[in-house]
């Protein structure tokens, strides 16, 4: 099994979380994130002081995958995730030794 | 106060007139609403650790003047003259004043003027707050109000308006406050905050507005408000009082420009946080002219305001007090331009006689108010630091600096301004349930209950 986690442009959410029920996935956990990436944020001004706002609010997706599907999968979400403009974020898997389904005690590829 | 109405309205007698009363009573709720929209002001511009304690340093400013009021403030700021200096003790605890007792040369009850006046006096503190965000202790903050409004504010107002005040037998123009309202707040707070000193982190921590709507609403209750504090200060429904309502919008309005053009050209935005200020400043600005100028003076009067204030709220940086929210870049500032414009753009021919430079009135008049904003200036930013220094001394004037950096909010009033994230809320019922009957309740009787840690809720740093 394989984690993937994606941090994305909070307003994909939609786009990402569609493409990938259409694609087959049972769950996902969102978070809202905070980070940055060589965009290096964006500056403010209030009162004519210059804030650097560099951590940008991000969505973090995770989704947990059988190996096989794991590849598939990382296209998909890229694909509904891109704009083509800088601060699109990023996608990244690792392995997965345990999964458990908390009310069933189900382990393994069944618990996803 | 403007004589005016004296001799338009009331030749010999003045009798009541419920025309003018009506007017003034709604005119004191008009004033009334500015408090809380000041709160909201100042309240959106601090972060969200500390916007209860902004808000709350506003409000408790109505609890304690109001009481102050009534129990001696009103006597102290427009009782019989003595010296010129402060009133007298004839109205102590409001009594010996007869409900069909009129305000002398006015159609209005005292009672109405005593309310109006209540006001001004309770909104005047807690413009001083805005200097001292995120670090003073509540407790040190209400005595520090309660003092500043005896021994600054009661004999200021006294000075400006009362009857035989020294520098209203003088002849310094201020219609509704802006020495007595403005640069008094704008001076303390500059005062107070040489004494107590920077927040932890100033110039190097941003310190970003945390609710730009919230100030939005406070700036559009303030400028709604302001139309009694302005209109009101004649004391009278008529055409005067009209012009003066006409001046507030009109200079607020080219304040507001003002602002946002010299930050458009400076800092390449047009800000949210820049119109609500530069709004405030016109305000601010046409507060003491708005009885003497015109229209077309307004938009003189609050295009430089607008642009000045803009220019000024920056100095903090350069010169390196932390004037949090630019009490002294705003009203301190915006109430000298306005109290001096007068000494050019009065025209005479408003509420008042006197005419300024531009208008054949020669420097007469300008010396006048210069001595008026000088006088207040300085004795309010002497005492102020001297009270503040006193109650430094004696309690403390600053919360901690781990409770400044935790946030106020908590540290002071026990509370969390939102309760919106779900970790933050995951707070359990302290002290009303035993251990054992919340053991009961989780349905499990195999489990030790642990009492869920309440979550220290997350704070925006």
């Known amino acids: 099994m394989k984690l993937i986690t994606a941090v994305i442009k909070p307003y994909r959410l939609d786009e990402v979380k569609t493409a990938l029920h259409d694609f087959g996935v049972q769950g996902l ?84 | ?89 004839d109205w102590l605890g409001m009594r010996h004043i007869g409900i069909t007792q009129l305000w002398p040369g006015y159609g209005i009850p005292i009672y109405v003027f ?52 020294w520098l209203n ?94 930050e458009r050209i400076r800092h390449g935005s047009f800000t949210t946080l820049g119109a609500a200020s530069g709004a405030v400043a016109g305000l601010v600005a046409i507060t003491p002219a708005c009885g003497s100028v015109s229209p077309l003076g307004s938009i003189a009067v609050g295009a430089i305001a607008g642009v000045v204030c803009a220019w000024a709220v920056g100095l903090k940086f350069k010169l390196g007090f932390d004037d949090s929210l630019d009490v002294v870049g705003v009203h301190m500032v915006g109430g000298i331009i306005g109290s001096l414009l007068i000494g050019l753009f009065a025209t005479g021919g408003v509420g008042q006689t006197a005419k300024g430079l531009f208008y054949g009135g020669g420097w007469g008049q300008l010396g006048k108010q210069a001595v008026g904003v000088t006088c207040v200036l300085l004795y309010s930013l002497v005492v102020s630091a001297v009270l503040a220094k006193v109650i430094d001394l004696v309690m403390g004037f600053r919360v901690s600096e781990d409770d400044e950096v935790a946030g106020i909010d908590q540290a002071e009033h026990a509370e969390t301004g939102y309760d919106f994230a779900g970790i933050g809320s995951a707070a359990r019922l302290g002290g009303l349930l035993a251990p054992a009957e919340s053991k009961a309740l989780t349905g499990d009787k195999n489990e030790t209950a642990s009492p869920a840690k309440a979550a220290e809720p997350k704070v925006d740093a």
């Not at chain 1, 060589?38 to 951590?55: C, F, I, K, N, S």
């Not at chain 2, 009573?25 to 304690?53: C, D, W």
């Not at chain 2, 005047?124 to 520090?144: E, M, N, Q, Y």
């Open chain 1, 29 to 112: 956990t969102v978070t809202e994130a905070s980070g940055y990436g060589r965009q290096r944020g964006h500056t403010e001004v209030y009162r004519g002081a210059e804030y650097t706002v560099d951590l940008v609010p991000k969505i973090r997706i995770e989704v947990l995958v059988e190996d096989a599907d794991a590849d598939e999968l990382i296209d998909v979400l890229v694909k509904a995730a891109r704009t083509g403009k800088i601060g699109d974020g990023k996608v990244w898997s690792v392995p997965v030794d345990t999964v458990v389904r908390v009310r069933t005690d189900e382990r393994g590829p069944d618990a996803l």
């Open chain 2, 1 to 89: 106060m403007p004589t005016g109405i004296l001799t338009t309205l009331a030749a010999d007698k003045p009798v009541l007139d419920t025309g003018h009363t009506a007017f003034m009573l709604i005119s004191a709720a008009l004033v009334m609403v500015m408090t809380p929209g000041l709160a909201f002001f100042y309240g959106g511009m601090v972060r969200v650790k500390s916007v209860l304690n902004m808000l709350m340093m506003s409000f408790i400013s109505l609890g304690i003047i109001t009481i102050l009021w009534t129990l001696f403030g009103f006597s102290l700021a427009f009782g019989t003259d003595h010296g010129g200096f402060v009133g007298g003790t």
């Open chain 2, 114 to 165: 005593a309310v109006f006046q209540l006001m001004f006096a309770v909104i005047t503190p807690a413009l001083i707050s805005g200097a001292l965000a995120d670090r003073v202790k509540f407790a040190a903050w209400s005595l520090f109000i309660t003092l500043w409004a005896i021994v600054v504010y009661f004999p200021v107002a006294h000075w400006v308006w009362g009857t035989g005040g």
């Open chain 2, 169 to 262: 037998k003088l002849g310094v123009i201020d219609f509704a406050g802006g020495t007595a309202v403005h640069i008094n707040a704008g001076a303390a707070a500059l005062g107070v905050i040489l004494v107590i000193g920077k927040r932890v982190g100033f110039k190097r921590d941003p310190f970003r507005p945390h609710n730009l709507p919230l100030v939005m609403l406070g700036a559009g209750l303030l400028w709604f408000g302001w139309f009694g504090f302005n209109a009101g200060s004649w004391l009278g429904a008529d055409g005067v009082a009209a012009v003066a309502f006409t001046n507030t919008q009109v200079a607020t309005a080219a304040a507001m420009l003002g602002w946002l053009g010299y």
